[in-house]
């Protein structure tokens, strides 16, 4: 059983260091968004937009976690945020420490808003907390309608579905409700944003819901 | 480095019995492949296509991996084939162990050709040899052109990419020429299929690339 109790320490590890940077972040009035999703879904196109629609209003900084490229981190900063990009050289998802270290290069008291851009991957990045306020997932319509059932740990673990790509609904015959459903079956609580990061639609309700949940934390962190 | 050697041993034992799983298949003259890709990509509707076309002249048999559900494994085998389920309980990849007590459970001799879907993910599946023949991986052109060069490793480790949803090249506006070049700057070797799950289009070709295989294995276990 040297493995499993190696395992349990490794998560100890974990929680202790995204204990500590959620109160870092809480500290700095900074709201903090784990975005996660399969390769492809279009997390980073989503946070261009999202960039680009609230660069005026709030000061928004970036962690990139990816396998080995850049890609993502240059795109994002392309956009004129604040971006550490992070390679996990090969590991299928982010953990507390690698925030950790990237949370020391940046300028916290700077900043209201941080993405930070997991691993494009459904499974690993779910066991990890990472400090953040919140957990957003994506998933693309073109993915099907039988992820939530297949990979419920993910979708347990986040508050939000961004489900992006609803311009491509008419093609592939689908309908978001039966899409919705099937999350809700899985996690009844969750709030499900129908979007397409493409043309635009649906994306005010998220930017709304990030306006409202920047000025939650801003007040709080105030008031401490 | 006790969490290094642990891994070693793992990685060891892991290719000590797809040596085991290979042998074996090749004695039984199955063709054996191994697919992966990201959830959502369309290797079961995939499998279900080509089930339904060489089900006449193949026997056909798959091992389906998947966290917790048995919803592919449901849908393959109302196309009549031989399914073994694996559940990973939650691991993001499935193991030649596992691999092997499945092939325990199944009739070999009966059998020309084995698929083994893996578990839809881009990232923990290259790291394992399960024994197969080849390894076919699918990539939606829904998820973008920047895929190979973020997950080296998968697209690597594969013989063949089936480029599947080109039948949604044109709304997406992508060009299947540069998601080929993608590929090939990742892995200039490899054979890229293009096509259409839902319309059939260049189904075909994978067909016969499929077919020359298993002809090519049962010649050599019949020699041997």
């Given at each position: 059983?040297?493995?499993?109790?190696?395992?349990?320490?490794?998560?100890?590890?974990?929680?202790?260091?995204?204990?500590?940077?959620?109160?870092?972040?809480?500290?700095?009035?900074?709201?903090?968004?784990?975005?996660?999703?399969?390769?492809?879904?279009?997390?980073?196109?989503?946070?261009?937009?999202?960039?680009?629609?609230?660069?005026?209003?709030?000061?928004?900084?970036?962690?990139?976690?990816?396998?080995?490229?850049?890609?993502?981190?240059?795109?994002?900063?392309?956009?004129?945020?604040?971006?550490?990009?992070?390679?996990?050289?090969?590991?299928?998802?982010?953990?507390?420490?690698?925030?950790?270290?990237?949370?020391?290069?940046?300028?916290?008291?700077?900043?209201?808003?941080?993405?930070?851009?997991?691993?494009?991957?459904?499974?690993?990045?779910?066991?990890?907390?990472?400090?953040e306020s919140e957990r957003v997932m994506v998933l693309s319509v073109t993915e099907g309608v039988d992820k939530p059932e297949k990979y419920p740990a993910m979708f347990r673990s986040c508050s939000v579905a961004l489900v992006n790509k609803i311009d491509l609904l008419e093609v592939l015959e689908m309908d978001i409700r039966e899409v919705a459903d099937e999350i809700r079956r899985v996690n009844p609580r969750m709030k499900i944003l129908p979007v397409s990061a493409r043309t635009g639609e649906g994306m005010e309700a998220w930017y709304e819901w990030l306006r409202v949940e920047v000025r939650r934390t801003r007040k709080s962190a105030v008031r401490a």
């Open positions: 059983m040297v493995t499993v109790k190696l395992m349990e320490n490794v998560m100890k590890a974990n929680e202790a260091a995204a204990e500590a940077n959620a109160r870092r972040m809480e500290e700095a009035g900074i709201f903090a968004v784990d975005m996660m999703s399969s390769p492809g879904s279009g997390k980073t196109t989503i946070l261009e937009r999202t960039l680009d629609a609230l660069g005026g209003e709030l000061r928004t900084a970036v962690i990139e976690g990816d396998l080995y490229t850049s890609r993502d981190a240059e795109r994002v900063e392309a956009r004129g945020a604040q971006v550490v990009q992070i390679n996990t050289g090969g590991a299928c998802h982010l953990d507390a420490k690698v925030v950790q270290q990237a949370l020391e290069s940046m300028d916290l008291q700077g900043h209201d808003l941080l993405f930070i851009e997991n691993v494009g991957n459904l499974i690993c990045p779910a066991g990890y907390r990472l400090g």
